[in-house]
């Protein structure tokens, strides 16, 4: 079974920064895309960036966050991560990482075959 662990959300003023991290394990866990989504209170969750897992690092962002967000990956350390910068405050949400198996579309949620718990980002004005 796969699993998806989140880290690195945490309180931070508008204009600062955040690193978030998602570490894969499990003996089948051999993704072909990774993606970040957030869920703000009393909202859905919504698409924030994807990369592809192997060969290039083929990424996509959401358009709210494109040019403030950075999506990366160390492939061998099985580890995804989101750097946010120029926070605001309707970046507040819980960010969580997936995972899908094969090409998707990768802005779907439904399309993902596994999902971490979630981390916690509030961004104070």
């Known amino acids: 079974q796969v699993q998806l662990v989140e880290s690195g959300g945490g309180l931070v003023q508008a204009g600062g920064s955040l690193a978030l991290s998602c570490v894969g394990s499990g003996r089948t866990f051999s993704p072909y895309v990774m993606g970040w989504f957030r869920q703000a209170p009393g909202k859905e969750r919504e698409f924030v960036a994807v990369i592809k897992w192997k060969d290039r690092a083929v990424t996509f962002y959401a358009d709210s966050v494109r040019d403030r967000f950075t999506i990366s990956r160390d492939s061998a350390k099985n580890t995804m991560y989101l750097q946010m910068n120029s926070l605001k405050p309707e970046d507040t949400a819980v960010y969580y990482c997936?995972?899908?198996?094969?090409?998707?579309?990768?802005?779907?949620?439904?399309?993902?075959?596994?999902w971490g718990q979630g981390t916690q980002v509030t961004v104070s004005s």
């Open positions: 997936a995972a899908a198996n094969y090409y998707i579309d990768y802005a779907k949620e439904y399309e993902y075959d596994y």
